[in-house]
Nanobody
Framework: QVQLVESGGGLVQAGGSLRLSCAAS????????MGWFRQAPGKEREFVAA????????YYADSVKGRFTISRDNAKITVYLQMNSLKPEDTAVYYC???????????????WGQGTQVTVSS
């Protein structure tokens, strides 16, 4: 069992930065690949980024590549999403999730956090 709690969301102007954190509980955190997803109003949840359980490999959606960076600290049982050069279209609720393998498919993630709101003003 893994419990996930996101934090770090907020309101930022376009071009600004935010760093999201996802704190996990449970001794098996390092066994899971971790992902970030987002869901904007009226839209389906979409993949943002994922990181291998070791932190050695990362994957990004094309829409955030070069602007967002996912990382993890297994000692602190936390995964991060550094978001730079934010755009209004990045506005969404951001969720972290845990999966047994690195994948962009949301239905393969077993554990989910409650989400944190990110709003980017133009």
């Amino acid at each position: 069992q893994v419990q996930l709690v996101e934090s770090g969301g907020g309101l930022v102007q376009a071009g600004g930065s935010l760093r999201l954190s996802c704190a996990a509980s449970g001794r098996t955190f390092s066994s899971y690949a971790m992902g970030w997803f987002r869901q904007a109003p009226g839209k389906e949840r979409e993949f943002v980024a994922a990181v291998h359980r070791t932190g050695g490999s990362t994957y990004y959606a094309d829409s955030v590549k070069g602007r967002f960076t996912i990382s993890r600290d297994n000692a602190k049982i936390t995964v991060y999403l550094q978001m730079n050069s934010l755009k209004p279209e990045d506005t969404a609720v951001y969720y972290c999730a845990a999966s047994t393998g690195v994948t962009p498919r949301s239905n393969e993630y077993r554990y989910w956090g409650q989400g944190t709101q990110v709003t980017v003003s133009s």
